[in-house]
Structures are given as C-alpha cells and as structure tokens.
C-alpha cells in the first residue's frame, strides 16, 4: 500500500498530518523534491494510485491522538484527485469537524477542471497555499515548466477564486534554489493585489 498519510520527521503523535494523493502534476519545477529524492523522512512517497478512501481512513487513524492539521501535499498536485480530496475532506468535517484542512497547490485546478473549484471546496478547506512562484509568466515559465496554457494568469485567476471563496489564501514562491533571481516585493504586491496573503519560503534541500 502507498503512502497516503505521513507526518515530518515520522512523527508517531504530529500535530500535523500530510496527504499524499497522487504522483501526477500539471507542473515540473526546477525545485521539485521528487527531482531529487523518493522519500519524506523515510515514507517512500512514490505510489500507482492504487487505492481507496478507506484505505486513506485507515492510514489517518494509525495516528492517536488525532491530529489537529490535515495538508493536502505530498508528491504530487492534490487537486488532480479532486473527488478523492474532496470525499476525504468530507469525511474529516464529518467525523472531525475541529481539524484545520489545508492544501498546498500549484493553482491550475480552475484551469483543468473548467468550473470554480474554489467555491466548490470553500466549506472544506480552511486554508489554501498557491504557488505562485515568480511576478511574471515568462520566469514562471521557466522555473514551473508548465504543462498547460497561460499557466501564470491560471494561478493568478485560481488565487482571487479561493479568496472569493472566504478561503483563507496565501501566495506562496520559493527563494535560494539557486541564482535566480525572483523578485520577491513585486510577488509581494500582486498576492496583496489578488486579495492573498505572501509566504516566502526558503529553499530547503531535505524539503522539511
Ligand atoms: S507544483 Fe509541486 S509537485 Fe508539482 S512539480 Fe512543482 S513542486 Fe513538484
């Protein structure tokens, strides 16, 4: 069975769990930790998407007391298992309505799915990381390698969707991979514009 559930550090009691959904993803980051490793402290985060909500139920209960965050994360982008997050998110408000759900994303799910997934998450997640990256398409281009048409805007677009949504939204990029240089006051200034709050996160080669 894949890794679905997996805390920092292996973690037997974490405050926080994380949720590895899928491998795929619409983007491939100069940055990308699957680049450079198969694991997250020792839980092999490759898998074949073979599996179940249940299965994902039980991975989460392996943890006790339980946790009081739930991050969609892992090795891959979340919302391409849209109905699987969404059915787990479910689950969670059901049966643990105090746990604080987030989810990192690079911001492309309007974009894919063609419909405002923003508001059709907005009573599942309480908090929402985009990725934004970069204050211009061109870098973003070169630093996300996209693999969908007008990607920037779709990010930008996706930000204002999950603030719209009363989500609370923050904009993230990533600074100190290497000597690029990524303009932090001007991604500063259009996460503000869009309504997000800014997380500047430096680069850390381990990824925790
Ligand atoms: S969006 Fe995340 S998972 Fe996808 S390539 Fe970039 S860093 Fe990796």
Request: aromatic content about 12%.
């Amino acid at each position: 069975m894949p890794t679905l559930v997996y805390s920092i550090n292996n973690e037997k009691n974490p405050k926080t769990v994380y949720i590895n959904l899928t491998n795929a993803c619409s983007n491939a980051c100069v940055f990308c930790l699957r680049e450079q490793k198969d694991d997250v402290c020792g839980a092999n985060m490759w898998h074949d998407e073979n599996y179940t909500l249940e299965d994902i139920i039980e991975q989460f209960k392996n943890y006790n007391p339980t946790p009081q965050n739930v991050v969609f994360c892992g090795y891959g982008e979340p919302f391409l298992k849209k109905d699987m997050m969404k059915a787990f998110a479910e689950y969670l408000r059901k049966n643990y309505p105090e746990i604080k759900i987030r989810v990192n994303t690079n911001g492309h799910a309007n974009a894919i799915y063609k419909t405002n997934v923003a508001e059709e998450f907005k009573n599942l997640l309480d908090e929402v990381s985009v990725s934004l990256n970069s204050d211009n398409a061109e870098q973003y281009n070169e630093i996300c390698q996209p693999k969908i048409e007008n990607a920037y805007e779709a990010v930008k677009d996706f930000l204002k969707s999950c603030k719209q949504a009363g989500i609370k939204t923050y904009a993230s990029i990533v600074t100190g991979f290497d000597e690029r240089e990524i303009n932090v006051e001007n991604c500063e200034k259009i996460a503000n514009e869009l309504g997000a709050e800014f997380r500047n996160r430096e680069f850390i080669s381990n990824g925790y």
